[in-house]
């Protein structure tokens, strides 16, 4: 593979680990095993040692951090951590030399991290996030149905689960719109139902997410798989959350909500149809407006306007 003319033999699998069979194999799992050495230099060290060879044998050192995760779950969150983070800075170079197989191993891994645990612990369940995300670059279908498989119709579901749903789509338009009828299908029915501030936000930030992937979308039309999907194929999904967000989460006593909801809102009115942007552009501009008396983000608030009225130009256009 790295050899140019040289033929790759079959990779030997041992435990779910894709095996060069060389000493290599054995270096690779004591780096993993020592990668969160008490000493940082250590630390970096390895860091460094495993990211050069997985830049050169990707299957193998992936493989390796997924054993190792998968067999040993009394490890430390540190320690996951860091293989979590190699593994998504690998799959960021080397993502396409990935097989079906080791894809799915992947996935099996990361949404154990992710979910093991109902509270958030952030810089876990963000490191297994990443990984899902740049894995659906490659693996877009997959990672959709898991992620559904998830999020069941009717419950609200993990905070990383609606996260990584609305990094995923916002960094993979082009594969993941046309499905987004499905994802509506279970955010919806739950939207009312959620009560604490941290889903509110992320629910927030996820539709705002989808919103601006169906904008992306359009943009790209000519490369998409669906060519009938328009700017306001979706309204009739989104003016239900619309309502909601606008009406309740935007007046939230807790300001990282308020300015999510605002964002996200706004995003939503790009997808709106003409009668039903029309309809509410007046009460969201006041809406936005008197935020300038509540909010120190005073950037924010602004770009929100000015995508408001960008909106306005677009439908005048």
């Not at 969160?36 to 630390?43: A, M, P």
């Not at 609606?162 to 919806?188: I, Y």
């Amino acid at each position: 593979m790295f050899g140019g003319k040289k033929t790759e033999a079959a990779p030997l699998k041992t435990s779910g680990v894709v095996s060069t069979g060389g000493e290599i194999d054995g270096i690779v799992n004591a780096l993993i095993n020592g990668a969160n050495d008490t000493d940082e230099s250590v630390r970096l060290a390895i860091a460094e040692s495993l990211h050069d060879i997985g830049f050169r044998q990707p299957r193998l050192v992936i493989s390796s951090c997924c054993n190792f995760l998968a067999k040993n779950l009394k490890a430390d969150k540190a320690h996951r951590i860091i293989l979590l983070k190699l593994i998504y800075q690998i799959l960021e170079e080397k993502r396409e030399d990935i097989s079906e197989d080791l894809g799915a191993t992947i996935i099996e891994v990361a949404i154990a991290e992710m979910t093991r645990e109902k509270e958030v612990v952030p810089d876990w369940q963000q490191a297994a996030s990443s990984v899902f995300v740049t894995l659906g670059v490659k693996f877009p279908n997959q990672i959709m149905k898991e992620l559904l498989q998830r999020f069941e119709p009717g419950s609200i579901p993990h905070y990383f689960i609606m996260k990584t749903l609305g990094d995923f789509v916002a960094h993979n338009a082009m594969s993941t719109v046309p499905r987004l009828r499905e994802v509506f299908s279970r955010v919806l029915p739950v939207l009312s139902a959620v009560k604490q501030d941290n889903m509110k936000w992320v629910f927030a930030a996820s539709v705002g997410h989808f919103c601006e992937a169906v904008s992306h979308y359009v943009a790209n039309i000519d490369q998409g798989s669906d060519k009938s999907i328009s700017q306001t194929s979706f309204s009739a999904d989104v003016y239900p959350a619309y309502e909601l967000m606008f009406t309740k989460w935007i007046s939230s006593g807790e300001p990282k909500i308020r300015l999510a909801t605002v964002q996200a809102v706004c995003s939503m009115c790009a997808v709106l149809s003409r009668d039903q942007f029309e309809a509410q552009v007046a009460k969201v501009i006041t809406g936005i407006v008197q935020m300038y008396k509540k909010e120190k983000d005073l950037l924010r608030n602004t770009h929100s306007l000015c995508s408001i009225l960008d909106c306005g130009l677009s439908v005048e256009g």
